[in-house]
């Protein structure tokens, strides 16, 4: 069994843990760290960690009315006059799953020595990282530790753990409550995903992939995006889906797969997106909480849960999709082209 699946297969424990490790690590940070009315949040990663960062960024602001903002690591240290606020008090979350992660250490590194309104937090999903010492604060998920190249549990345990922080920050113990409720969730449907992803997967008359998601669902997008280039390097894009109209839709033709990554905030305007692709002969995927008329295939999600809360269980399909389509074009998910765990930076 390949290390992708295992760790893909592993969400449901994964999430569990980093409800318990995120809630006891961010008490103890919080006892050090003041965020102020003017406090903005920045959300830095490179790669799938910027993926998850657009997500994250979103459900911070959303959740706590701060402004929240993702910018690639290496924009930090490049462009930090377009990118890091200078005249408020600012919180820096550094993602990276490894922790060691070139640009993300020259991020945090460059907030440390020229940004004294910034605190620094590194999440990572390894302990004593590089990231580590050059945070003021750290939160660490080694339970979502991977052993594969592709970062699959290590995505949405550390977009998890980000939702965790804005509910704590705000005390929304609503919101807590329902992302506690995702393990189980997750436990129950995750057969039911498998075999709808297999048979996308599977289905090699599809030659392109376009995935849509809005606001917080954009990241994720992005995600399922990177998910596909890694393990089977099919052309692939992510919109949010009424931008998608705006041109990009030219490119649907009879074997283009549109997966609507879709939430109850853009419900009443997804079916007529979902309509109009399926006219220029897209294969249409629903991955939402209601059914869509114009839908080939419908992978339900639970109804109860906040658009926000929701994030975290549209990953496991999209990333079997990918783990699918790679056994069907006889790849190897462990072994992506071109891409080894930790991407290394030589400055000239
Ligand atoms: C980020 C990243 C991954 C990519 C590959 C190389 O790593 O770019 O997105 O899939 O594994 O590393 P990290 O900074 O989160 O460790």
């Known amino acids: 069994m390949s290390y992708t699946y295992r760790e893909i297969q592993q969400q449901p424990q994964s999430w569990a843990q980093t409800m318990s490790a995120t809630v006891e690590q961010w008490q103890q940070i919080a006892q050090s760290i003041a965020i102020r009315p003017n406090t903005h949040f920045l959300c830095i990663g490179s790669g799938t960690s910027l993926y998850l960062a657009q997500s994250a960024a ?7 009315q701060h402004v929240a903002v993702a910018i690639p690591s290496s924009e930090v240290f490049l462009s930090p006059a377009s990118t890091v606020p200078a005249d408020v008090p600012v919180v820096a979350f550094v993602i990276s799953r490894s922790g060691t992660t070139s640009e993300a250490l020259m991020a945090a590194d460059y907030l440390r020595h020229h940004c004294s309104n910034v605190t620094v937090i590194g999440i990572t999903c390894n302990h004593a990282t590089d990231l580590g010492q050059r945070a003021q604060h750290v939160i660490t998920l080694p339970h979502a530790r991977e052993q594969s190249v592709v970062m699959t549990q290590s995505y949405t345990s550390m977009l998890l753990a980000l939702q965790i922080v804005a509910a704590l920050i705000v005390g929304n113990a609503a919101l807590l409550n329902e992302l506690a409720t995702l393990p189980h969730i997750l436990q129950e449907q995750l057969s039911a995903f498998e075999a709808a992803a297999r048979n996308i997967g599977q289905n090699l008359a599809l030659h392109d992939f376009i995935y849509l998601g809005l606001g917080p669902n954009y990241g994720l997008a992005q995600e399922a995006t990177l998910k596909l280039k890694e393990m089977t390097q099919t052309p692939c894009e992510a919109y949010n889906p009424l931008e ?46 209601y059914d869509s008329p114009a839908a080939d295939v419908y992978l339900s999600l639970p109804e109860g849960l906040s658009d926000i809360a929701r994030c975290a269980l549209y990953l496991p399909p999209v990333q079997l999709i990918a783990y699918y389509r790679a056994l069907a074009l006889q790849l ?5 082209r071109n891409l080894n765990q930790v991407v290394v930076l030589h400055a000239s």
């Not at 979103?58 to 706590?64: R, S």
């Not at 797969?257 to 997106?273: K, N």
């Not at 190897?332 to 992506?336: E, H, I, K, L, V």
Request: hydrophobic share 40%; no cysteine; charged share 15%.
């Open 58 to 64: 979103q459900a911070l602001q959303e959740v706590t």
């Open 244 to 289: 998608f109209r705006h041109g990009p839709i030219s490119i649907v033709s009879p074997g283009t797969a549109v997966v609507l990554l879709a939430g109850l905030r853009e419900q009443s305007y997804i079916q007529d997106v979902a309509a109009d692709v399926k006219q220029h002969g897209a294969y249409v995927v629903t991955i939402a909480p």
């Open 332 to 336: 190897n998910p462990d072994q992506p």
